[in-house]
Nanobody, 120 residues
């Protein structure tokens, strides 16, 4: 399985950005997919996850109400809509799929990351 993340860039505080992550190699419709991020000098942290069939979602507290994770199983793609972004959201965002365990930062598959920079 390969995960290709895209959509990162430079955005002003208060603005919006939409990340995409397309999976190839096999269908992931029954697998959880999610996003993690790593800011400069900090450890990687969980951002959001969405389950396979039932579309249960979970977010880290600091992004609740601002970020929305969704998926299109027909396209084998997961999205992260980022609204009202803040400078502290600046990080490399990594998509992940399969066996996602937020407390341990574990996932079966990882994408290459896409840079999000929020200017104040």
């Amino acid at each position: 399985v390969q995960l290709q993340a895209s959509g990162g860039g430079l955005v002003q505080a208060g603005g919006s950005l939409r990340l995409s992550c397309a999976a190839s190699g096999r269908t992931l419709r029954t697998s959880a997919m999610g996003w993690f991020r790593q800011a400069p000098g900090k450890e990687r942290e969980f951002v959001a996850v969405i389950s396979g069939g039932s579309h249960i979602t979970r977010y880290r507290d600091s992004v609740k109400g601002r970020f929305t994770i969704s998926r299109d199983n027909a396209k084998n793609t997961v999205y992260l809509q980022m609204n009202t972004v803040k400078p502290e959201d600046t990080a490399i965002y990594y998509c992940a799929a399969g066996g996602i365990n937020p407390p341990t930062m574990r996932a079966d598959y990882w994408g290459q990351g896409t840079q999000v920079t929020v200017s104040s």
